[in-house]
């Protein structure tokens, strides 16, 4: 499985990976012009399956949440402390319910 890539574009900003523990990571976001911070985002990289896509094969990989994902496997702040925060939580209640393979419960996303 090709794994998340340390930094990229999306959306118009440059990502740069801070914080990675399994499956919960934390990317600082930045204006490209400038290199400005502009906010940390939270998420829990997607695992896709290898699949063909208008003929073309996509071996299996790490995603980001897509934006419609956003706000149930995503969440942007405005400050470091605020995203390990969140972070920090995901992995507690992810190791206390041991929920494994990705799946999540309502509560732990709240």
């Known amino acids: 499985m090709k794994s998340l890539e340390l930094q990229f574009k999306k ?9 990675r523990q399994d499956d919960i990571a934390i ?3 930045a204006t490209p ?17 290898s699949r063909v896509i208008a003929g073309r094969q996509i071996d299996a990989n ?3 949440p897509s934006n419609e994902q956003w ?3 995503g969440w942007t702040y405005g400050q470091k402390s605020a995203a390990m925060g969140k ?3 995901l992995l507690k209640n992810r190791n206390r319910r041991n929920l494994g ?3 999540l419960l309502r509560e732990v996303l709240t």
């Open 11 to 19: 959306n118009g900003y440059d990502h740069r990976q801070i914080f």
């Open 27 to 29: 990317y600082e976001t």
């Open 33 to 49: 012009e400038s290199g400005r911070v502009i906010g940390y985002e939270v998420f829990i990289i997607q695992k896709n399956k």
């Open 62 to 64: 790490e995603s980001t």
């Open 71 to 73: 706000g149930k496997f």
């Open 87 to 89: 972070a920090t939580l």
């Open 101 to 103: 393979n990705g799946r």
